[in-house]
């Protein structure tokens, strides 16, 4: 990671990102401090769904320009869409009319739809193949601690100064995020495709879709993703804040999602040391202690297990990013990672906003044991299951995989 940061251009690549994600999370307080007060809970929720809407909407026409156009340029572009948004919150979230929210929080959401493919597809064109998944380890492990780094700073922000000024932090990270980007200014990958439209579009976004649609390897890993959001860690995210407040106290769950910023890095920069022959197979073992999450729902432990039990799940989730990143990033060509990784994206939290409006409902009519068993019972069984598709132990298609005498 030092020889990484030695490099000029992924250095200044890396203190640009580091610093918008430590941005993020300060608007990720002072949107809550803004608009419960004087809109009220449900304005908040409408708020956040506006965000993803947009970005689950967008993704796919995301990943066609990040494509056809420099990475640098579509991530530059995404922080302007951020940076327009974060000044409509700062209008609209405490006064005016809901709709201007709503719009401002659609304008966040779809820069982030552009940002995260460019985001993922731009790393291999800045590192050595062979630094590959060191780059990965260390973007994990920068995005979760800068992303819990910002959380805490927006918390002190927002106490001390002020929601309003703390948004005014968040838009200054931006700032040089933006400067960063314009300065590297990396060059397309490849030929840009004649023509332009809607037509042209949806047709080089059923080749991205195709391009995996050929590697059943990484469709099936891909549906693992959606099934394991949906039944564990969606309602993981809505009931265990309320379970953690009756159980521990008001405090209980910021230190329970602190441990799991952490755990993720731990796990991100642990992997980074290792190179395992079947990364499929370390991936997965490496996620499967997830399948206890949902039993904390329902086990009453003293809260230092609690949290020791998240940052370990979490850990291993770090572990798997950077072994999956790093195999999409080596399996696909560079001309097709903007829709592939825009593909991943969707695949995994398209039904997360679902997930999480419905397990309260589900919950409450089946109860929180059922809810913890099943979810624990389809995390062990999907994480497995997926090794009846060949390619999946190797993270790698198998007519890639040296014959075995």
Not at 96 to 110: E, R
Not at 137 to 146: E, F, I, V
Not at 212 to 227: F, I
Not at 348 to 370: D, E, K, W, Y
Request: with cysteine; proline share 6%; hydrophobic share 55%.
């Amino acid at each position: 990671m030092r020889t990484l940061l030695s490099d000029p251009r992924y250095r200044a690549f890396w203190i640009g990102q580091a610093t918008s994600v430590i941005g993020n999370g300060i608007t990720l307080v002072a949107l809550a401090a803004l608009v419960i007060p004087h809109r009220g809970g449900q304005a908040f929720g409408l708020a956040l769904a506006a965000e993803s809407l947009t970005m689950g909407v967008l993704l796919l026409g995301a990943g066609v320009l990040v494509d056809r156009y420099s990475r640098t340029a579509v991530m530059a572009i995404a922080d302007v869409a951020r940076g327009i948004g974060v000044v409509g919150i700062l209008l609209f979230a405490a006064s005016g009319p809901l709709a201007g929210l709503l719009v401002a929080c659609a304008f966040v959401g779809a820069g982030i739809a552009l940002h995260q493919p460019a985001h993922r597809a731009a790393i291999p064109q800045l590192v050595r193949p062979d630094q590959l998944q060191a780059a990965n380890a260390l973007d994990s492990a920068t995005m979760q601690l800068g992303l819990g780094a910002g959380t805490a700073l927006g918390g002190v922000l927002v106490s001390v100064w002020g929601p309003r000024h703390a948004v005014l932090v968040d838009l200054a990270t931006f700032a040089v995020s933006l400067l960063t980007l314009l300065w590297l200014r990396l060059p397309p990958v490849g030929e840009r495709p004649e023509g332009t439209g809607l037509r042209h579009a949806l047709h080089e976004a059923h080749e991205g879709i195709r391009e995996v649609r050929r590697r059943p390897w990484v469709a099936v890993v891909m549906l693992q993703g959606t099934v394991q959001v949906f039944c564990l860690f969606a309602p993981a995210f809505a009931l265990i804040p309320v379970v953690a407040l009756a159980r521990y106290g008001n405090g209980a769950y910021g230190w329970y999602t602190t441990c799991g910023f952490v755990g993720t890095a731990i796990g991100a920069a642990l992997v980074a040391r290792t190179r395992p022959q079947r990364p499929g197979w370390s991936a997965m073992n490496a996620v499967a202690p997830c399948a206890l999450l949902p039993l904390l729902l329902v086990v009453d432990l003293p809260l230092w297990a609690f949290c020791l039990i998240n940052a370990v799940a979490w850990a291993g989730i770090g572990w798997f990013a950077v072994l999956w990143f790093g195999a999409l990033q080596t399996e696909f060509p560079a001309q097709v990672q903007g829709r592939v990784f825009s593909l991943e994206s969707l695949a995994t939290f398209g039904l997360q906003p679902l997930g999480l409006a419905i397990a309260p409902v589900v919950a409450a009519a089946v109860g929180l044991t059922t809810v913890a068993v099943v979810a624990s019972l389809v995390m062990i069984v999907t994480t497995y299951a997926v090794f009846l598709v060949p390619g999946v132990a190797r993270f790698r298609s198998p007519d890639l995989v040296p014959a075995q005498p």
